[in-house]
């Protein structure tokens, strides 16, 4: 048998197998203008948020094709993130970048002993991310279309304009804003130690903007079951698309019953980090809405699983965070998603995701569709290459 690995098209030609020339990897702490803060900083599990840790992966061919991925985390995390990046790259040298689900396999397999989720599967995101965007770049197409969208936009709400941190005036001058520059829709954080505030805030907006204007609401798990019930009866009247994370992350049942509770839909799952435990969340009834996020379970070849999932469950797509990937991944998704407008990472690139009519539009460049800045550069903290970077 002819075990070159030569592929004969119908058309005669053949395409000879490309292979991974090098690999490089940056490590880079993103500041925030301003220290951030959710419920999670007001119970006081965590400090405010004053960066973001990113893991860039840069990939070349011998044939000449370049991929960009990055993976990220907020607080602690992003070192270890690198670290293990850096320990399994050599694995990826001189193989095929076409055979990503392969690909992922051999990396989460060198690593079997740290397990198939958290940090270890998000290391991995990021060179999984790199390859999706060489195959869409080589194929010329943007990554929506390489995977079958459908549609050219996506609906997308603001996140970044509503935290706790922010006074309830400005909080109203970041959704008109937001609304001005062409979002559809704004999300507030919630979860105040004192639920009136919550309330009054909630009051302000929704009397600002009027009723027309899609509102959503977060509480990044801070409430337990008798709270998230009681709060998430009091808030039926502001007409939430959805009310988010009103409970812990992993409490799948508790999610499920306040789900079957309430008219206002349910949303979670930002925080979990691989397909196995979504699939818990979706085999419990536990979300209305689901809220994964690429790089947090392991890239795009994990979410693309976790969408055929959904699918099949009949849920709404609202991916977290990182919406210069999921942009892509909302428009493949065959119910009408949400994506997630923070504009945090906007230094990092050289492009502008264009908004408007309370859409973002899917770019027409190839791939991503994006270009590191020179901020990257800057603001790298530790790099290292494998391979021949030539
Ligand atoms: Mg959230």
Redesign the pocket.
């Known amino acids: 048998m002819n075990t070159t690995r030569t592929t004969q098209h119908a058309a005669g030609t053949a395409t000879a197998p490309d292979s991974i020339r090098s690999v490089a990897l940056s490590s880079v702490r993103l500041p925030l203008d301003t220290p951030v803060s959710d419920a999670k900083v007001f119970t006081g599990r965590q400090r405010p948020m004053t960066e973001v840790a990113l893991l860039f992966a840069e990939l070349t061919t011998a044939q000449g094709h370049a991929g960009v991925g990055f993976s990220y985390s907020k607080r602690a995390g992003g070192p270890g993130q690198f670290a293990h990046a850096r320990e399994v790259a050599p694995d990826l040298i001189g193989e095929d970048p076409n055979d990503i689900g392969r690909l992922w396999t051999k990396l989460v397999w060198s690593g079997a002993s740290v397990g198939r989720s958290g940090l270890a599967t998000q290391a991995l995101a990021a060179f999984d991310v790199a390859l999706w965007d060489l195959k869409a770049r080589r194929a010329g197409l943007p990554l929506a279309k390489l995977l079958g969208a459908h549609r050219d936009s996506v609906r997308v709400y603001n996140?970044s304009g509503g935290f706790l941190h922010t006074p309830v005036e400005a909080l109203l001058e970041n959704a008109a804003a937001s609304l001005d520059g062409g979002v559809g829709g704004i999300k507030i954080k919630v979860g105040h130690p004192d639920h009136r505030e919550d309330l009054r805030r909630l009051t302000a907006v929704r009397e600002r903007l009027g009723d027309g204007v899609p509102l959503m609401a977060?509480a990044?798990q801070q409430w337990d079951r008798p709270t998230a019930l009681r709060m998430g009866r009091a808030l039926e009247e502001f007409g939430l698309v959805w009310l988010?994370?009103p409970l812990d992350a992993y409490d799948a049942q508790g999610h499920a019953a306040l789900a079957a509770a309430l008219d206002t839909p349910v949303a979670t799952g930002?925080m979990l980090s691989s397909v196995a435990e979504h699939w818990e969340l979706m085999r419990s009834g536990a979300a209305d809405v689901i809220?994964p996020d690429a790089p947090r379970i392991g890239g795009i070849t994990q979410f693309l699983k976790l969408a055929a999932l959904a699918e099949h469950q009949h849920l709404q797509l609202a991916p977290?965070f990182a919406m210069e990937i999921h942009l892509h991944l909302a428009a493949a998704y065959p119910y009408e998603p949400w994506l997630e407008h923070f504009d945090w990472l906007e230094p990092l690139f050289e492009e502008r995701l264009e908004i408007g009519d309370g859409r973002m539009r899917v770019p027409d460049r190839p791939g991503l569709g994006i270009t590191l800045s020179e901020k990257v550069r800057e603001w790298t903290v530790e790099r290292c290459e494998s391979g021949d970077p030539r």
């Open positions: 996140t977060d990044n988010e994370e930002e809220q977290h």
